[in-house]
């Protein structure tokens, strides 16, 4: 079992950054595929990112492409989503994710451990 935890979600302006991470607590951690996720209130959840073990491979939907970047700390068992020009419409509940097969353009059923989440407001 993978206990994730993330943290760094909050209210910024339009225009602002916020960095988000997510500690998991499991020693083989370097061998996760690693996703972040959102969810905005009446809609699904998406993919937002993912980084594969070593880093050397990330993938980004097209409307985050650009303006957030996903990395890990492979020694501290912790990956990161900056993100950077936020907009109103980032506005949604932040989730990360860890899955031990598939590569970063897995679905979301493909994961196997979920974190609680962290809102993300992003006033206009």
């Known amino acids: 079992q993978v206990h994730l935890v993330e943290s760094g979600g909050g209210l910024v302006q339009a225009g602002g950054s916020l960095r988000l991470s997510c500690a998991a607590s499991t020693p083989t951690f370097s061998t996760y595929t690693m996703g972040w996720f959102r969810q905005a209130p009446g809609k699904g959840r998406e993919l937002v990112g993912a980084?594969?073990?070593?880093?050397?491979?990330?993938y980004y939907a097209n409307s985050v492409k650009g303006r957030f970047t996903i990395y890990r700390d492979n020694a501290k068992n912790t990956v990161y989503l900056q993100m950077n020009n936020l907009a109103p419409e980032d506005t949604a509940v932040y989730y990360c994710?860890?899955?031990?097969?598939?590569?970063?353009?897995?679905?979301?059923?493909?994961?196997?451990?979920w974190g609680q989440g962290t809102q993300v407001t992003v006033s206009s």
């Open positions: 994710a860890a899955n031990e097969i598939s590569g970063v353009r897995a679905p979301l059923y493909e994961y196997d451990y």
């Open positions: 980084i594969n073990w070593s880093g050397n491979s990330t």
